[in-house]
Structure formats: C-alpha cells, structure tokens
C-alpha cells in the first residue's frame, strides 16, 4: 500500500536539504526576547513623545551641538523601518549607517550598541516589525551650523569609534560579563554617565565618572564606587534603585532617570539586574567629572 505524502512533505525535504547543505538551520528571530531587549535598551523612552504613538519619533534631545529629534521606529514602510532588510537594521546598530550609507550622529547611541550581537538586533528587529505602523515623518535636526553636514562624521568615526562586538573578559564571572554588555552596549549607560570631549565622543579612561549636564538636563552622576558615587552603596541599595528607583535614604529617582527605572531596569529580570550590580561595584573609583 502506498502512503500519501504530508500535505509539507516539500517544507519537510528543504529542511534536511540545507542541513545537509548548511550542516544547521537558520534560527529565526524571536520576538519575544525583542521585546524584552528593547526594554533593556530604553527604546520606548527615548522614541515615545509625551502621550505620542509608542516608537513613532519625534522626542528632542538637547545636546551642545543642537536639538536632535528621534525617528519613527515602527514598521511604518514610509517614515518608518518596516522596509529595512535585515542587513541595513544590524547596520546601523554595528556601523552607524542608515539604509542610504548616510552617517548617524551619535545621538543614536550606536557607539554602545555596536557592541551588540547580530542575534539579539533581529530580535529586536522582529519585535518592532510586530508593532502597528505609524505614519509619522521624522523631524530635521536642528543643529549648529558647524553640525549641519555629516561629512564630519568620517573624522569623528576615525577618533571615537570602535565598531566591535562584545567580548566575554574570561578573568571576569558570567554575571560580570552579563553586566558589562547590559552596562555598556545595550543599556548604553555610558552616553550619558561618562565625560565627553570638546568633540563630543566619551572618554573611555574616565567610564561612568559622571557627566555635566545640558540645558535642563541635570549631571548625571558617578556611578563607580568612589566616594563621590557609589561606595557607600550596599548591593542590596542598587538592586533595589534599579527595581524601584528608590534612594539609600529613601528618596526616589527623578527626572530623566525615573523613566530609565520604569521603562528600562525595572522591565528585567533579577538576574539582569544583579549582573548590573556586580559589573558597576567592579569598575576603577574615579571622582565625579561634574
């Protein structure tokens, strides 16, 4: 007797074919984890304006050079990214070049997140593709005039811009090396807890010594274990600021860091933020830089 075939006998036959070819599948992104990055990452704060479309852009961020407004990232297919290709989304997180091979400004923080695993931007990408498309046009910068073109951009690359990916420090436990890629590359805490030069790159020898603010933004402070940061900081303080943003004294977070802790740290796990604990109570004290 002769059995029919499955109705997916071909999907079936292309499977093994390209483990025979490929000697592995290809993983398919999970939205799922997306979602969970993108917390981690602050997306939503920062691409959210006050009682706007969640991702639709538009939020001003102060700076010296200018007022930089963020972009619409649902997967709208024309003022959104819903027709970017895998390739040119992981582009501008490792390369900081739009789908065009324009330059970002590092108002995107792809220094940071060019630190990122391939994997975990497809997650992400798989994440913001599941949301509802906004149509939402992105608004012009408005900059110095010394910041208007982007051809700079080659220059200051060449000076402040490493555009590798995270390595695992084998001298450091897993949980150090979890906090440091939450800490540097996907929570991106350095953009704005770490002195930045007369060019505006930050400057790696003094990492999360604390930043001067702009305009109404307040310092941002020390956040390595030096007297003026976070030494007398017990493990169960940070934990517990990073969960609910409450203070040693009792006090809560305010400001741009109340939506850091509700959008961001407050979104992960314990172990996540356990491993942010450990990798700031590792780093070099170093007085505040404000």
């Not at 009682?51 to 003022?79: H, K, V």
């Not at 959104?80 to 582009?91: H, M, R």
């Not at 999360?208 to 976070?230: C, I, R, S, V």
Request: aromatic share 12%.
């Amino acid at each position: 007797m002769r059995i029919a075939p499955s109705a997916d006998w071909h999907k079936y036959l292309l499977l093994n074919l390209s483990v025979v070819v490929f000697g592995t599948t290809a993983n398919a992104a999970d939205a799922s984890h997306g979602e969970y990055l993108t917390n981690a990452g602050g997306c939503v704060a920062c691409h959210t304006v006050e009682n706007g479309q969640p991702m639709a852009g538009g939020r001003s961020l102060e700076s010296p050079f200018g007022t930089f407004y963020t972009p619409n990232i649902t997967p709208d297919n024309e003022t959104g990214i819903g027709g970017w290709t895998d390739d040119e989304f992981v582009s501008a997180f490792q390369e900081g070049l739009s789908p065009e091979g324009e330059h970002y400004y590092p108002a995107f923080p792809y220094p940071s997140y060019s630190g990122m695993s391939r994997s975990d931007l497809l997650d992400i990408k798989a994440y913001l593709n599941s949301l509802q498309p906004v149509t939402a046009a992105n608004r012009e910068h408005d900059l110095v005039w010394y910041a208007s073109s982007r051809m700079p951009l080659v220059l200051w690359k060449w000076l402040y811009f490493d555009d590798s990916r995270f390595a695992t420090d084998s001298s450091q436990t897993e949980q150090w090396n979890r906090g440091a890629y939450l800490v540097r590359h996907l929570g991106h805490c350095g953009e704005c807890h770490t002195p930045r030069s007369a060019l505006g790159g930050t400057e790696a020898s003094l990492e999360l010594a604390g930043a001067p603010g702009f305009g109404e933004a307040k310092a941002a402070p020390n956040l390595t274990p030096h007297g003026d940061g976070l030494k007398d900081w017990r493990r169960a303080d940070l934990d517990l600021f990073f969960e609910i943003g409450m203070l040693p004294n009792g006090d809560f977070a305010g400001g741009e860091m109340s939506a850091v802790i509700d959008e961001n740290t407050a979104l992960l796990t314990d172990e996540d933020r356990a491993a942010i604990t450990e990798y700031l109570r590792q780093l070099k004290p170093l007085p505040k830089q404000y």
